[in-house]
Every structure is written in structure tokens, then in C-alpha cells.
């Protein structure tokens, strides 16, 4: 959806949104880049502290691994419906509901006192990524007009690699002085901040899509990307040919196929959708994992 500016406001160019002062849109962006730097931030800054976090609970280091994995598969999870969330709910009010379960899910894994708690609200602040992750683009794409729309993505995409990479030098900064859990609350009040601003700053209009959340389709995507990533990655340690490797494998491609057939109207159509969609759309998700998890496992 096009934008043009008149005088000192931006405007949808199909009306569908009050007009913005001009001035707020490098507001939108600032609101929008520290976002996306703490989503990415969170994927690899706790690499340095899995050490510490084991002795402290006293479990083997594989175990403590699913800190960082149970965070990185959330999000690979709920991209995709986060995003369909977004174009009916709005992407503003979702990206800002973002920042509110990150910052929660921060404090709660900062208090954790087991492994098995920390594990499960690195589930909750990955579901707070997401939401962050999946509408970041959108808004900096609907704010900013043409001329400067390739422009402040680039900035966005800046702070994706900037998050990504500065994780583990802040992270270990913060476990040497502070302890692992400082780790998590540094989040904490750049997201409350971040919270209030995107209050006041963010877009708020719903979107005019009318077309019904696909809760089967998401469902059966999350579970098939959930079981093939964990198969995948888990075969180093467990083995190719090792039953819950294969296993896993076969159920996630499954999965796909179905998923991928139930959203065709004729036989013809889901064959040439399973050639296409199958190849591309299934790998989106994990492209962002794999590029994640390899900047984490390589520092």
C-alpha cells in the first residue's frame, strides 16, 4: 500500500489510516529498531552463560542447551501466524503486545529457580519476538513512503546483524560483573520503556482483512517445523540413522504435505503448489534459524 506525503504529513495512499505527523515516522523506526535488536540480541547473547546457568542448577550442559533452542524454535513457530495475526489485529497493537511478553518473559527467566522454568519462559519471551520479528518490516514498510522506504529497511536490517552479533560480547560483559540472570534483566526496562513509547507512537488502526485465521493450518505448521528442526539438529548427537532422527523427519515432511494439500481447491492446483510452496515456503522459517544458531555456535 502506497504512501504519499503532503506538506508536513504521511498519509496511506488508499486512506486507510489518519494522517501521521512526518516527524513521527523516524519515531516509528527508533520504536521499531530496538525492538528488533532485542529479538535478535536474545537469540545468542546467552551462549556465554549456559556454562554458569548448568553449575547452577546443577544439570548436564545438553540439557541447558534448549535455553537457546526452545527460543530460536518459538519463533521459527509462530512467525508465520503472528504475521496473519498482524494483518487482522493490526500490526501496531501486536509489535507493542510484543514488547510486553518479552520484557515479562525477560524478568520471569531472571527469576527462574530451575532449568525447566527458564526453558519454558524462554518459550514465553520467544512468543514476544516473534511478535516483534514478524511485524518489524511491515510497519517501517507502511510508515515510510517509497523514497525512504529502502532506507530505513536497510537500517532494520543493520540492527538484525548488529543484534545478532553483539550477543555474545554484552553477554559476557553481564555475566562477568553481574551474574547469568542480569543477562535477562537488561531486557527488562528497555521493554517497559519501549512498551510506553510504542503506546503513544505506533500505529493502532485494524486491518480491513476479513478472511478467517487458519488456526488448523498454523497448528500443523508449528508442529511440522517444530519436529523437523528438532530432528535435524538433534541427529549430530543422536545420529542420522537413529529412530527419533528419521522418524521425526518423515512425520514433519508429512505434515507439510498435508498441510500444503488441505489449501488447494483441485488435485492439479496442489501439485503445482506442492513443487513450489513445498521448496520455499516450509525453509522461510528455518532460514532465519539457521542463521541465527550459526552466529550463536560459531562465538
Partial sequence: MEQVCEGSMIREG???????????????????????????????????????????????LASVQ?????????ICA???????????????????????????????????G????????????AVGASLLMANSQGLVATTFGSRERGRALGIIGTTVSLGTLSGPAIGGLLLEHFGWPAIFWVNVPIGVAAFFAGWRILPKERSRVTEPFDVPGAAM???GITGLLYAVFGAESR?????????GIVAALLIFCFFICVRCVSPIRCWISACTEFA????????????????????
Avoid at 530451575?114 to 519471551?125: A, F, T, Y
Avoid at 522459517?285 to 542463521?291: E, G, L, S, T, V
Fill in 221 to 223: 505448521f508449528a508442529v
Fill in 14 to 60: 488508499s486512506g486507510g489510516r489518519a494522517p501521521v505527523p512526518r516527524v513521527h515516522k523516524w519515531w516509528v523506526l527508533d520504536n521499531v529498531a530496538v525492538g528488533t535488536f532485542m529479538a535478535t540480541l536474545d537469540g545468542s547473547i546467552a551462549n556465554v552463560g549456559l556454562p554458569t546457568i548448568s553449575n547452577t542448577f546443577h544439570v548436564r
Fill in 239 to 247: 545420529g542420522w540413522t537413529f529412530f527419533p532422527t528419521v522418524g
Fill in 114 to 125: 530451575s532449568v525447566e522454568m527458564l526453558i519454558g519462559m524462554r518459550v514465553v519471551q
Fill in 280 to 299: 520455499c515456503f516450509p525453509l522461510e522459517a528455518p532460514r532465519r534459524f539457521c542463521r541465527l544458531f550459526h552466529c550463536s555456535a560459531s562465538m
Fill in 66 to 74: 534448549w535455553v537457546i533452542t526452545a527460543y530460536l524454535l518459538t
Fill in 78 to 112: 509462530l512467525l508465520p501466524s503472528t504475521g496473519k495475526l498482524s494483518d487482522q489485529l493490526g500490526r501496531g497493537r501486536l509489535y507493542n503486545l510484543g514488547f510486553a511478553l518479552f520484557a515479562a518473559g525477560s524478568a520471569l527467566c531472571a527469576v527462574s
